[in-house]
């Protein structure tokens, strides 16, 4: 659908844009987007870009409560809800004047999930339009005038000439926020035909938020991490200390439900109003910073009432004006430049084995704003390494790979050397997407390994100096891919035997007869392997006299001590299927038991996390979580607290990370 001019378009999610988007539009473009949804489902449709010709060229959508929303100009739009199971583009230009045109990216909301809370009704069919073209802004009526478009509940109006050409200005009550446009004018559409340039806004009781002051600070959505409740609307009005003085927002963490919850973020301090709008956020892309262009900035949280995310961490800072501030440096890249001042240009490159990604070069722009993100470095496919050490990723690790791929790495070793793999993650799709490792330069060797599925490798050490590494994907169902170290040594040595995920090592002498040992990390334990390994010589090979230990976390146990952790087994990945792990935890008698919830994210529904008021399955319930839904803190009344976690045969996520006090 990108760039094509018009089509019909299913599936659960996809983009639509302009023909020849970021490029502009031809003239006299007559385009036409059908997305069809099953029965019952609803689309949501998020713009990331507009910049149509204001009042000639226009995007006209049909299929949401209102016969037609028609939008024009530079403003990016609010996301569109269909309120049936399809949505309908009209995409027409004139004969001159041509902008950048429009993308957007459509996601489907299956009608279970709509009542998966028992909340949300289904639209009715028998929904009556007839009367709406009386009342609703952003419909057409044959005349020279657009109808009356209404006063909001708990709002004002300013104006009340409707002919063409002219505006109307809304705003609120004290404690209600502004949804939608602060002005909207009568536009001749066609020769005929006149509506608003956008629909009646509503006025939204505000629910969370605050005012805040620089010069710097942290901003969250309602119990981040844990999900943020339905209709939400928090409003954030940040001022800096220093009047002087502009805004930087960064968003450490952002995943909000796409297309149906949204955080708008606005520059000065009228919130709602639709010509302030710097970005609408959906989803989980963010830019890499905002800056306002004068001393306010507001935030305006979104929820619908179903299926909330763990919402967003931003951080924001007073910066000097006349500036876009430091957009940072990608992983594994390299940036020219240090000034971040209107006109200055930053180029990156990434480092040998990465792609670059995204723009090479960005520019600070007039309204504070970087031309574009910053670009990220995507490990290359083919790729022939000559350093002692390194690492390998599969392409866009840890996002997940691309199908029908077929990469091939070498690794080059001085001759009379050998090479070390060791495995940090691994998770391809099992049987049909796999990784081959082999001894290259030497003939009649079986291959060192062939290795599929999310079962993290051991260790590996070749026989010569040269090691082949052949990755290939099928055409579907794809995983996070791997992260590899590995490392050159003497005939001498022992090859470097790394660090245990989760754990620690002591020592740094590989030679024969050297010792290294090692330690789990707290809410770990070792799992196979040795505390203690010896570089010895064993049928004339230099090696180590055991395996590295591997540290995991454990599925459950009775756990004394004062302090520490628990995680499920998989972390910090996802946690494994078909669970059944019990914890007690023991405090000394007259001691009460605190937990602290600092991460928490499960199947909703089907994997619970069940927490006990004592030291066994039939202790008083206190309560079971899923989801992103769990409380801060629990405290026990006695000195015992049981916890179970169950999961089921499918669909995991990251689990909890909970510490644990008596």
Request: with cysteine; net charge negative.
């Amino acid at each position: 659908a990108e760039g094509a001019c018009g089509g019909t378009l299913r599936g659960t999610s996809g983009t639509i844009s302009s023909p020849h988007f970021p490029s502009e539009y031809e003239n006299n473009a007559d385009c036409t987007w059908t997305i069809l949804a099953e029965p019952g489902d609803t689309i949501a449709l998020v713009f990331t870009d507009f910049q149509l010709e204001e009042g000639y060229d226009f995007l006209e959508i049909s299929g949401t409560e209102a016969p037609s929303i028609w939008l024009t100009g530079m403003n990016l739009p609010s996301p569109v809800i269909s309120s049936k199971n399809w949505l309908r583009l009209h995409f027409t230009s004139d004969s001159n004047h041509r902008r950048k045109g429009f993308n957007a990216q459509f996601q489907v909301k299956k009608a279970i999930e709509l009542k998966s809370r028992g909340v949300k009704m289904l639209p009715s069919k028998e929904s009556n339009h007839k009367n709406s073209v009386l009342t609703q802004g952003g419909d057409a009526v044959a005349s020279d005038t657009c109808p009356d478009p209404g006063i909001p509940e708990n709002g004002k109006r300013v104006g009340s000439d409707f002919r063409v050409g002219a505006s109307v200005q809304f705003s609120c009550e004290d404690n209600y926020v502004l949804q939608g446009s602060k002005s909207i004018t009568c536009q001749r559409v066609t020769d005929t035909l006149a509506a608003w340039s956008d629909h009646r806004p509503i006025c939204r009781a505000r629910t969370c938020g605050s005012n805040l002051r620089g010069p710097s600070g942290i901003i969250t959505s309602p119990n981040y991490p844990v999900q943020y409740e339905d209709n939400a609307h928090c409003v954030w009005v940040i001022t800096t200390t220093d009047p002087e003085k502009v805004i930087k927002l960064a968003f450490e963490e952002f995943e909000l439900e796409r297309g149906y919850d949204t955080l708008t973020v606005g520059d000065a301090g009228k919130v709602g109003d639709t010509r302030t709008v710097l970005y609408v956020l959906t989803g989980s892309s963010v830019p890499d910073l905002i800056v306002s262009m004068s001393n306010q900035m507001w935030l305006h949280l979104q929820s619908d009432d179903s299926i909330g995310s763990p919402g967003f961490k931003a951080v924001y800072q007073e910066i000097e004006k006349g500036g876009c501030g430091d957009p940072g440096i990608p992983s594994y890249g390299k940036r020219t430049g240090s000034s971040f001042l209107h006109g200055d240009t930053l180029t990156f490159e990434c480092q040998a084995a990465f792609e670059l990604v995204g723009e090479r070069t960005i520019t600070c722009q007039q309204n504070n704003q970087w031309s574009g993100n910053k670009p990220s470095c995507v490990f290359s496919c083919f790729f022939n390494f000559t350093t002692p050490s390194g690492i390998i990723l599969s392409p866009n690790y840890p996002e997940e790979y691309g199908n029908n791929m077929n990469c091939v790495w070498l690794i080059i070793s001085e001759p009379g050397s050998r090479i070390h793999l060791i495995f940090n993650d691994f998770d391809v799709e099992p049987q049909f997407d796999y990784l081959t490792v082999k001894d290259d330069g030497i003939s009649d060797l079986p291959p060192l390994g062939t290795f599929s599925g999310n079962e993290v490798p051991s260790q590996l050490a070749s026989s010569g100096h040269i090691v082949r590494l052949e990755f290939q994907s099928d055409h579907s169902t794809t995983g996070r891919g791997f992260n590899i170290t590995y490392t050159t040594f003497g005939q001498n040595e022992c090859h470097d035997p790394g660090i245990p995920i989760n754990g620690r090592r002591f020592g740094d002498r590989f030679l024969l007869g050297s010792s290294v040992s090692f330690h789990c990390d707290d809410g770990f334990v070792k799992t196979q392997g040795s505390e203690s390994i010896t570089c010895i010589m064993q049928d004339g090979n230099v090696v180590w006299s055991s395996t590295v230990p591997r540290c995991e976390a454990p599925c459950g146990g009775h756990l004394t001590a004062s302090s520490g952790v628990i995680l499920p087994p998989g972390w910090p990945g996802y946690y494994k299927d078909s669970l059944n792990c019990e914890w007690v935890i023991e405090a000394r008698p007259g001691h009460s038991i605190k937990i602290t919830f600092d991460r928490f994210q499960t199947e909703v529904n089907y994997d619970t996390l069940e927490v006990r008021d004592g030291p066994a399955n039939s202790s008083p319930l206190i309560g079971e979580y899923h989801g992103t839904q769990a409380p801060q803190f629990l405290i026990s009344t006695g000195n015992y607290m049981y916890l179970l976690f169950t999961t089921d045969n499918s669909r995991s996520s990251v689990g909890f990370l909970i510490h644990y006090e008596s």
